[in-house]
């Protein structure tokens, strides 16, 4: 028999208002992944669950078995606020991007611990560096690995010939690269783009920290995997759309 009250290590992708006081509340665990539940009277000034159900907070999370679908948040309580993050509205925006794509890249209700640790690894250093750019694209090239969609980036996935040459097509089509002989398709990325997709998507995050992207190669990886995403998802992120609003003429790796 399923427990009636639970405890959850969680992360909040987002909430929304729900009925006069209450706030609906997506978030993500390492148990049980992505979910949403009901915290009743959250929108009251002094309701103690205002501050947990905020995006973005990993809390930990008390709940009730609720009659219907949803289940109850009763308690909670906050283990890393990050702080920083929240006082800056280009951190907020990519912070809402990651959540964003936690959002639409899994299914309700399916562990996916990985996933979680990428999340809050990713939010850390939201918070804490300035490498908003780089963590992005981090978050990206290990969600693709978690999935299992991860591009095949050692060989050109039309004629098999290993990575040399000067440009290629990131196809979503065929889950990998082309090279210029099999395909003429724009946006073209270099072999050191593919290199540094290569190295993002394994290093330890302490060097991924201390890297410093050139802009060519930073913008030629940021469209790919753009395309690469929106093909896999179906969707195009509304969090993303945002952030290239502003940096549109300013580009700030
Ligand atoms: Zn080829």
Redesign the pocket.
Known sequence: MEERNYRLQAVILHNRDFKENDKLVSFFSSERGKETALAKGARKPNSSLRGIVQPFCEVEIDFAKGRGSLDIITQGQMRNAYLHLHNDLDKIAYASYIAELTDLALPEKKAAPTVFYLLLATLAMIDLSDQLFLAARFFELRLLTALGIFPLLNC??????SISGSSFYLSPYRGGL??????VEQPRISAGTVRLMQYLATADLKKVLNLKINDQMGQEMEKALEIYLNYYLEKVSQAKRFINQLEKGSLNY
Not at 156 to 161: D, L, N, P, V
Not at 178 to 183: Q, T
């Open positions: 050109c996935s039309g004629c098999g010939h082309l090279c210029s002989s099999c395909s």
